[in-house]
């Protein structure tokens, strides 16, 4: 028999793993940079300084996630930033199959996305330093 639900507490462990997966992502771009997402920006005539968004949907966002604080903006900032990445960068993956492991092409980033929109929707639940209203 399974323990009576807890869903604060489902709330906030999926806060966390969706915040420590989110946050490798930033560190990575904090460490490289960027400025190459400013091509695809400009394929779509849109300004290379929007790639600065990613710092903050991929290193604030995802502290304030974990800290509940502001977390349902910032898990819709992370839902968005991952949106963007599977349009501007891994369209060609969207309608594929994964070579490696027969996954969705996009399977990780679709499930960071989808991920961060149940915290928006759903919000912090009762263990966050400022519950979201």
């Known amino acids: ?15 966390i793993a969706v915040a420590v997966i989110v ?6 771009k904090l ?4 400025a190459w997402i400013g091509g695809p920006l400009g ?7 929007l790639a600065y968004g990613t710092y903050v949907a991929e290193l604030i966002a995802p502290v304030l996630l974990v800290l509940g604080i502001l ?3 910032a898990a819709l ?11 501007l960068v891994l369209r060609p993956r969207i309608a594929m199959i ?12 679709a499930l960071i996305c989808l991920s961060a929109l149940t915290i928006a929707i759903a919000g912090t639940g009762r263990f966050a330093a400022l519950r979201d209203r």
Do not use: N
Request: proline fraction near 9%; hydrophobic fraction near 55%.
């Open 1 to 15: 028999m399974l323990p009576a639900p807890r869903p604060d507490v489902g709330l906030l462990v999926l806060r």
């Open 23 to 28: 946050i490798f992502h930033g560190l990575f």
């Open 31 to 34: 460490k490289h940079g960027v």
């Open 43 to 49: 394929k779509l005539g849109l300004p290379a300084w």
């Open 71 to 73: 977390a349902r903006w």
């Open 77 to 87: 900032a992370i839902a968005f930033d991952m949106f963007t990445a599977m349009l």
């Open 98 to 109: 994964s070579p490696s492991g027969g996954g969705w092409g996009v399977e990780l980033e």
